[in-house]
C-alpha cells in the first residue's frame, strides 16, 4: 500500500486549505485513515482520524470546529479539509492508514504511511 498526501501548500491567516490522500496499490476502504502532522524538533502529531464507513471521526483539540476529515470509498480518497489556518497550523501533514476498520490517535496503530505534504501558514 502506498499512499500519497497532497494540498499543502502557502496560505495566509485564515484561508483555507484541503488536503487529499489517496492509496494506491491496494485500497484502504476498509480501514480508519488518520492525518497526523510533524515540525522539526517535536513529535508527530495527531490531527484527526475517520472510521473505514466514515460513521466515526475524532478531532486533536487544536483544530477541532475548524478541521473537517471526509472520505470518498469510491475514489479511494480521504480528505481534510482546514478552515481558519492559524500559524500554528504550519506543519508536514502525514495521512496514515490503521491496521484495522477503526482508528485512534496512536501512531502505532497505523501501519502505512505517506510520505506527507508541507503546510505553511503566514500570519
Known amino acids: 500500500v502506498q499512499l500519497q498526501a497532497s494540498g499543502g501548500g502557502l496560505v495566509q491567516a485564515g484561508g483555507s486549505l484541503r488536503l487529499s490522500c489517496v492509496s494506491s496499490?491496494?485500497?484502504?476502504?476498509?480501514?480508519?485513515v488518520g492525518w497526523f502532522r510533524q515540525v522539526p524538533g517535536k513529535e508527530r502529531e495527531f490531527v484527526s482520524s475517520i472510521s473505514w464507513n466514515g460513521g466515526s471521526t475524532s478531532y486533536a483539540d487544536s483544530v477541532k470546529g475548524r478541521f473537517t476529515i471526509s472520505r470518498d470509498r469510491v475514489k479511494n480518497t480521504v480528505y481534510l479539509q482546514m478552515n481558519s489556518l492559524q500559524p500554528e497550523d504550519t506543519a508536514v501533514y502525514y495521512c496514515?492508514?490503521?491496521?484495522?476498520?477503526?482508528?485512534?490517535?496512536?501512531?502505532?496503530?497505523?501501519?502505512?504511511w505517506g510520505q506527507g505534504t508541507e503546510v505553511t501558514v503566514s500570519s
Open positions: 496514515a492508514s490503521a491496521r484495522s476498520s477503526t482508528a485512534s490517535v496512536a501512531p502505532s496503530s497505523y501501519r502505512y
Open positions: 496499490g491496494r485500497t484502504f476502504s476498509n480501514n480508519g
